[in-house]
C-alpha cells in the first residue's frame, strides 16, 4: 500500500476463533471464518491501514484439490457413468459466458468472486449429480461478494436510526403511554404505495429501487443457478442417481427409572418404569407382599391431581375384577411429571398403531446478542436451566419436533442449522431433518424433525414480516412456519420487537401487524386472524416488554437465569431508587409480573387474546452483562432505535 508493505497476524484463539493481532489493551474482534473477519476489514477506518479485498486460503496439494473447501464438506464421489470430459465442460461453458460478461460490467470484484466459484467449487456440480440440490458453494460464494454491501447498509442503517431517534419526542417518564407518531424523516423509505408528500425526490426512489432489485435478484438467482444446472446435467447425459435410503439409527435405550414415592396416604415405597420391557413395578417398604409388576396394556388412566402438584392416581385393569386405582405422592411435581413423561413414552412405543397419537414437541427462543454460540447447547435443548426444568430422568428423552427461534443471530443459515444438528445428534444421537428454515436478517426460525415424523409432514409454508422503521427494514420483524402433521395443523412465530421501555404502543403495534400479514396456513383461510387458522399456534421471541418499575440505582450482584422459556423480559432504565432487585434475589416473581408490560396489555386484551402461557420461574433476562448470569447492565449503548 503506497510502496509500503504492511503485515497484519491473524490468529486463532483457544476457542478456534480468529482476530488481527492488535497491541496490549486493545480488545480483539473475533470472527469464526476467515471470510467473515475480511469481510468486517472491508470497509474503512477499521484499524488497518486500507481495507481488505478478499480471504486468501492456503494452497491445497493437487489431489486434494477438488475434494473439499475452506469449510471441510469432504470428498465428493464422481457421478455415475459420467466421463471426466463432460463433467469439466460445463463449467469451461460457463466460464466462457461469464468472460463473455465481464467486459460489459463495471463490478469486476464481484466476477472474481463468481469466477474463484466456477474454478475451485465445482462440487455444486457433483452434488447435483449425486441427488443433492442445495447450492452450498454458490450460497457461499454470494454471502462473500455480498459483504461491502451488507457492511454499507448496516453503516447506512445505523444513520437513519440515529436521524430517527433525533426527530422522536422526548417521552417523561412519568407520564402515560401515548401513540407514538413514526417521524417525518421515515417517510423517505417507505415503499413507493405508502409515500407521502417527500416521494419526490428521484434519487431517493431510485434507491429504494435498487434495493428492491438486490432483493429480487438475490432471492431467485439460487433457482435459476439449480434449473440451468440440471438442464446442462440432462443435456450431457450425466444421470441423477437414486440415492437408496439411509437406514435409521437405533434409537439410544432408556435406562430402567427409579421413583421414591408414598403409597396412599403414609406407607413408603417405589416405582420402577422400564420403558423397553412395557413395565411399572410397584413396591412397598415392610410390606410381606411380593413386588408388583403392571405391564404398560393394563394401566387404562394416568389421573394428576390439581389441588396437590406431586400427585397422581393410576388406573389399572384386573383379570375379572373391577378396575384397581391407586394414589401415588412424589417427593415433588417434577418427579411426577417425569413419571407420566416416560409412561407416555412406553405407551407411545409399544402401542400397535402405524401412527402416532400424541407427539413431543420443543419450542426455544434465544437473542444471542450478535455473538457466537457456546460450543454445547445441552443446558438449553435439554430445559436444564434455571426455572421451570426437566427431571434428570427425562432430560435427554428426545422430542419428535425441534422449533429454535433466534433473534440477533450473526451465523450464516447453513452454519446455524448444521451447528443445531450436530448438537441434537450429540445429545440424542438422532440425525433430525430439516422441515424448514425462514430468515429475516437475523431473526431465524428453523424446524428439526425425527427422520420417521418426516413423512408426516406436509403442506410446509414459510412467510417473515418486517416491522423496522417504516415497516421496511428488517431489523425486527417475524418469521414464520406452517405445516400439517398427519392432517393436524401447526403454526409458529419467532419476533422481535420494537425495544425501549416506552414503546408499548410500538410493540402492540408490532403485534397487529405481524398477526394480519403473516402469510402461514391454508390459503383458503387468509380472511381469518392467524390465530384461527391452526389447531396449535405457538408464538415466541424477544418481545422486549419491560418492568413497568424503577430499578435500584447502584451495583447489586443477584443470582440470576434463563429457562429458556417464552420470552425475554426484562428491567427498565432506572429513575427512582428502588428495590426491584430485591425482588429478584429473594425470587419474589408475581411481583414482578404483576409489573410486566406484556401481562398488563394482556389484562387491557390489546395483545394475545386466548393465548396461554407457561410457568415464569425465572429472572429477567435483559439484560445480563456479557458473559454471566449474575449481574445486569441497565445502561447499553444502542445500535438501534426501534
Known sequence: FQRHVYTYRILPDDEGLLSVQTIQGIQAKCFRTLPDLIGAYQ????????????????????????GEDARGWGHTVPCAGAPPSSRTHIPQQLHQRLQE?????PASDFMGFMAEYLTHHVQDLEALCQGHPQLRHLSTALATACRALHSEIDFTLAGLETLTRVFEAPVSPRSPAREQVMPPCCSKIIPPPLQGFLSSDPDLELLLSKISTVNHLLSSLEKKVLKSLQEMVTRHNLALPSVAA??????????????????GKSQRGALTVDVESGTVTVTKQGSSSQEEVIPQDKILQLIKYQSVQSKVRLVCARENQKNLSRDFIFPSARKREAFCQLLQLMKIQHSNLDEPEIISLYAGTWNMGSTPPPRSLASWLTSRGLGRTQDETTACIPHDIYVIGTQENSLGDREWVEFLCASLKTLMAIDYRVVALQCLWSIKIVVLVKPEHQRRISHVHTSSVKTGIANTLGNKGAVGVSFLFNGTSFGFVNCHLASGSEKTHRRNQNYSDILHSLALGDKRLGGFDLTLRFTHLFWFGDLNYRLEMDVQVGPCRCQAGDSGGRRAWGVTVPSLAQDILTHIVKKEFQALLAVDQLNLEREKNKVFLQFSEGDISFPPTYRYERGTRDTYVWQKSKPTGV
Open 246 to 263: 439411509a437406514p435409521l439409527p437405533p434409537a439410544r435405550p432408556l435406562a430402567v427409572q427409579n421413583f421414591e414415592v408414598k403409597v
Open 43 to 66: 470497509h474503512p477506518n477499521n484499524g488497518l491501514v486500507t481495507p481488505l479485498l478478499h480471504p486468501v486460503h492456503r494452497p491445497r496439494p493437487a489431489e486434494d484439490s477438488d
Open 101 to 105: 460478461q465481464v467486459h460489459s460490467s
